[in-house]
């Protein structure tokens, strides 16, 4: 890949792993059956989000878990369920709003470990398999529905939830629609194309539909974009799991910072956190670990709790 400038490499720290005792060594899954090859992944950690007291939630797809881990790196399970959970959002202080690839969207309160319904179908048909969500200040909902769409089949989806309860489909032909995240100032959206091996923008209208969809940023390798974040700065990170990398990109998709997982690791997803908003967590789902990194800018207030 040609780069214009050369941006800074800087290796991420493992900031904790998976304890053991709830590794699921050895347990077949249909989730990794069809996700990974066959692979016996005793986990697969996705969508971190962060509270107000620093405590750190991440999901386990294949096991239908939601973990939360304090400040010390500490570990505890908060809820599983017959799912298969992606991405998170806070609701509000106690609840948050889960992707579930087999169940659609739902809700998790987080003292008693519940999970009830939220919305399952549209019109009656099932999603293709939620993936990623976002609010906007308004507390509209964007959100992906990645399913086994890739360019053989770029037929993933994105949605826009209303406050008023109205579901508006934004996009219909994503090869692999994945993460997803607003502009500081809300006037544009991005998704991951991960199958595509890119990331999509596309300014929002005054009627919430969205216009002249294009491809801001291009990656390579075996597997594309996955979870997407921004800072202060207005800068878009870009978790590459095959990459091991993370994407740091300036206004014109021109990468200034690069963060590097170990040889192996699969980075899927990302989220700001720490008593500034200036640490960066990172899912590595390979090998069940959340690695971290110190940056030069908060995540957005609009970012920074999911």
């Known amino acids: 890949m040609f780069l214009l400038n050369h941006p800074t490499v800087r290796p991420l720290e493992l900031f904790s792993a998976m304890p053991d005792k709830y590794r699921r060594t050895g347990v077949r899954s249909h989730w990794a059956d069809v996700n990974q090859g066959g692979r016996l992944a005793d986990s697969f950690l ?84 939620v993936n990623d969500l976002v609010f906007d200040s308004r507390g509209n909902l964007y959100f ?89 700065r207005g800068r878009l990170l870009v978790a590459n799991p095959a990459l091991a990398y993370v994407w740091v990109l300036g206004p014109r998709a021109e990468p200034e910072l690069v963060l590097t997982g170990q040889p192996g690791a699969s980075l899927t997803n990302l989220a700001f956190g720490g008593p500034d908003h200036r640490t960066l967590f990172c899912t590595d789902s390979t090998h069940g670990t959340v690695l971290r990194a110190s940056m030069d800018a908060a995540g957005t207030a609009l970012h920074r709790l999911g």
């Open 144 to 232: 992906t529905d990645q399913g086994q769409t890739g360019l053989h089949d770029p037929t993933g989806r994105v949605y826009r939830l209303g406050r008023d309860g109205r579901l508006d489909m934004l996009l219909s032909n994503v090869p692999s629609p994945n993460g997803i995240v607003l502009s500081n100032d809300e006037r544009f959206l991005f998704v991951a194309a991960t199958r595509g091996n890119c990331v999509w923008r596309m300014p929002l209208l005054a009627d919430g539909s969205v216009s002249k969809a294009g491809q801001f940023f291009t990656s390579y390798g075996p597997s594309g974009p996955d979870g997407l974040a921004m800072d202060e």
């Open 46 to 129: 996705e969508g971190p989000v962060v509270d107000e007291v620093g405590n750190l939630y991440v999901t386990d797809i294949p096991f239908g878990r939601v973990f939360r881990i304090d400040p010390a790196g500490e570990w505890d399970l908060v809820a599983q369920w017959e799912g298969e959970p992606n991405g998170m959002k806070f609701l509000n202080a106690t609840q948050l709003l889960v992707t579930d690839y087999r169940n659609g969207l739902v809700v998790l309160d987080i003292p008693s470990g519940q999970v009830r319904p939220f919305l399952e179908r549209r019109n009656s048909e099932r999603f293709k398999g």
